[in-house]
Structures are given as structure tokens and as C-alpha cells.
């Protein structure tokens, strides 16, 4: 860290704690003591890249049984605070038109929610948290799907690998992938596959809704990238 003045942000909870070994790795990219399915490892190293592009620096301190503490620091603007203009007005997704959405994400309470909240805009929703899963019901019906919205980072079968087996069913498939963490090398296997769009988490509905109404409705350039 520069010398100069910061604002610290102290976050602190009185949970089970981490030993050494699992702290020295909090912050390393899809680390995680939780089970398969249980999360991403992504949270903590998104949280970190965020304050490091900032000029910041967090730390953690965790004792077993004793709790956990993040402390973040972010460096105070030397610069005038110009008051923001207000923001144009963002228009609410277009309603879907009951086409069928093929929903793939190894988080079941995301496929929950996705499945939820894509109904209420006018989809037909089939979710899976399996990837297998959901390419053999795919294969059994694949004229049925108008688009597919599928994970990146999930265990056996990768977003990635599910994108080209579909494809070898329906090449004109249009698919969106979403992942919290976006590697040069991922962008670049995105682009060459033929992706339609890629959805930074955490994401909003309206987010993929206007994902949806664009690829379903729209022509785009492929693997176009929005975060959010």
C-alpha cells in the first residue's frame, strides 16, 4: 500500500474460524471448503481483485473457533465530488413469448430463482443442476428449447463442455453463459464456440432478460460480455 490516507471497513463474525492452511488460500480463485455444489470459491478473490484495482488492500485474521475478520482498505479520493447526474432510465425486459429456456447451474437455489423469476417474465423454464442431466433431456427433445442458460464452473461436466455437446445436436442453439469470474482464456474458448452472450454474477433478472429478448429476438456479435 502508498502511503496516504485510507478508510478501513472491519467485517467480523464469531463463527468456527479457519485454521492457517485454509486462510493462506482465501483469496485464490474457485478455493473452497464447501461441498461439490455448494459454492464457487470465486466471492472472495472477486472481492479482493476489486479493492486491489482500487489501489486498496484487505487482510483477513482467523483463529479456529474464535471467528473471522476482513479488514479492507480503500485509499480516500484527493478529487472534488462532482454530484452524478441522474442515470438514464432502464426500461424493463420485454416480456418472453413462452419459449422454452433450458436453465443448467449446479447451484439448485440459483436454478430456483432463475426458473422463478423467468416464468414471471414469459418463459417456459426446465431447470437442472446437473449437467449430464440436462443434455440427456436435450437430446431427447431438442427442437423444443429456443435458448439455453447454463454455468460455467460446475463439477464433472464444465459450461464449456455442455456448450459442445448442444452444439453437436443444434448448431444454431443460442446460448448464454454466466459465470462470476471471466478468464482472458475463457472469453477467447467463448468467442470460438460461438456463445451468444456472457453474464457476470451476481446477476439481475433484468439483466438476462434483456439477454434473452436480444439473442431470441435480436442478432448479435457472439460472446458478447455483460457485467453487471
Known sequence: MREGRYVCLSVSDNGAGMDRATLGRVFDPFFTTKPVGKGTGLGLSVVHGIVSSHGGAVTAYSQPGKGTSFVLFFPVADVSIIPPTAPPPVLP?????????????????????????????????TGHIDAAAALYDFNSRPNEFAAVVTDLSMPRMSGFDLVRELFKLRPDLPIILTSGYIRPEDQKVADALGIAQIILKPSTIDTLGHALNEILHHSLTPAKTIST
Do not use: C, K, S, W
Open 93 to 125: 425486459p420485454a416480456p418472453g413469448r413462452q419459449e422454452n429456456i433450458l436453465y443448467v447451474d449446479d447451484e439448485e437455489g440459483l436454478v430456483m430463482l432463475g426458473t422463478l423469476f423467468l416464468q414471471r417474465l414469459g418463459y417456459q423454464v
